[in-house]
Nanobody, 116 residues
Framework: QVQLVESGGGLVQAGGSLRLSCVASRNIFSLASMGWYRQAPGKQRESVAT???????TYADSVKGRFTISRDIAKNTVYLQMNSLKPEDTAVYYC??????????WGQGTQVTVSS
């Protein structure tokens, strides 16, 4: 079992920045991967960024060059630095973790709203 707690969402103007944090209840190095997903109203949940146990990162095309995923293993925390935010980035952002059996765990979500 893994509990995930997100923080850092909020309201920001277009072009601004936010940093999301996700604290895990166990050593994140023991997990296969962690990542961030988002879900906008009326849309399916989509992957935004992931980081594997080995440190490999992947990004959705829509956020490449603007968002950066990182981790602090000592703090069991994964971050999502979001720069140059756009109104279309508005969504509930969810932290995700997968164990070595690829079982997914989810946080409760944090709202990000980007005003134009």
């Amino acid at each position: 079992q893994v509990q995930l707690v997100e923080s850092g969402g909020g309201l920001v103007q277009a072009g601004g920045s936010l940093r999301l944090s996700c604290v895990a209840s166990r050593n994140i190095f023991s997990l296969a991967s962690m990542g961030w997903y988002r879900q906008a109203p009326g849309k399916q949940r989509e992957s935004v960024a992931t980081i594997t146990n080995g440190g490999t990162t992947t990004y959705a095309d829509s956020v490449k060059g603007r968002f950066t995923i990182s981790r602090d293993i000592a703090k069991n925390t994964v971050y999502l630095q979001m720069n140059s935010l756009k109104p279309e980035d508005t969504a509930v952002y969810y932290c995700n973790a997968r164990n070595v059996q690829r079982m997914p765990y989810w946080g409760q979500g944090t709202q990000v709203t980007v005003s134009s």
